[in-house]
């Protein structure tokens, strides 16, 4: 399978504990996105990424949660002393921007990982 | 800033019957405009998109849309309705003068086909 891959797929944790999201985006795939997700609602913007470098944090975002994507590959989301307000989808997706055409193509969703705080 | 809207937080239709969903943006500089669907507990699935060039743009599942700069709008549309298109749909919007725009999508639509 070439699509997008999020792991884990469901994660249950404590209150106060941290939690780290991992997202593998389809390999020739420059840009990368984060969103999240309430039940029934749209995707909110959370960050993004054109290779390996952060374009915007979204100013909702609050500073216990930082993203990564050290080699502009893979990326990682961490929440650091969860909340129960933190229970959500969490969504990645990525696309293929071309610089010089200033094109932006759609993106790619993987499945999300479903967060619990308890 | 760019932002979408989608008006209608439930479209039903009778199967059979065209469908219209709602979507309307706000972008500097010319839109990319695009339509995702999510269904039960799956994740959203592209549908079509409008870079430029054919005001009608069509997509997956006989789904098309049409995009109307002088109203800031791309709705999307189906001659016929058919009770599997029942799900969950978003607009979303990007701007085209950078290529440093990110993807804000609406806030969806319910659709809901009856037999």
């Known amino acids: 399978d070439t699509g997008v891959s999020q792991d884990p797929r469901h994660k249950i944790t404590k209150r106060g504990q941290n939690v780290t999201f991992r997202c593998d985006p389809i390999s020739e795939h420059n840009r990368l996105y984060w969103y999240r997700q309430t039940l029934g609602q749209g995707p909110e913007f959370l960050t993004y990424f054109q290779n390996e470098a952060q374009l915007e944090k979204s100013r909702l975002l609050s500073d216990r949660f930082s993203a990564e994507r050290p080699k502009g590959s893979f990326s990682t989301l961490e929440i650091q002393r969860t909340e129960q307000g933190d229970s959500a989808m969490y969504l990645c997706?990525?696309?293929?921007?071309?610089?010089?055409?200033?094109?932006?193509?759609?993106?790619?969703f993987g499945q999300g990982t479903r967060l619990t705080v308890v | 800033a760019q932002s979408v809207a989608q008006p209608e937080d439930q479209v039903n239709v009778a199967e059979g019957n065209p469908l219209t969903v709602k979507c309307t943006y706000s972008?500097?500089?010319?839109?990319?405009l695009f339509w995702y669907v999510q269904y039960p507990n799956r994740g959203l699935q592209f549908l079509l998109k409008?870079?430029?060039?054919?005001?009608l743009v069509k997509g997956s599942y006989g789904f098309e849309a049409e995009f109307n700069k002088s109203q800031t709008s791309f709705h999307l549309k189906k001659p016929s309705a058919l009770v599997s298109d029942s799900a969950l749909y978003f607009c979303?919007?990007?701007?085209?003068?950078?290529?440093?725009?990110?993807?804000?999508f609406g806030s969806g639509t319910r659709l809901s086909i009856r037999p």
């Open positions: 409008y870079i430029t060039g054919d005001n």
């Open positions: 972008v500097s500089g010319n839109p990319y």
């Open positions: 997706a990525s696309s293929l921007v071309r610089d010089l055409g200033q094109i932006n193509t759609e993106a790619f």
């Open positions: 979303a919007v990007t701007g085209g003068y950078s290529s440093a725009s990110k993807i804000i």
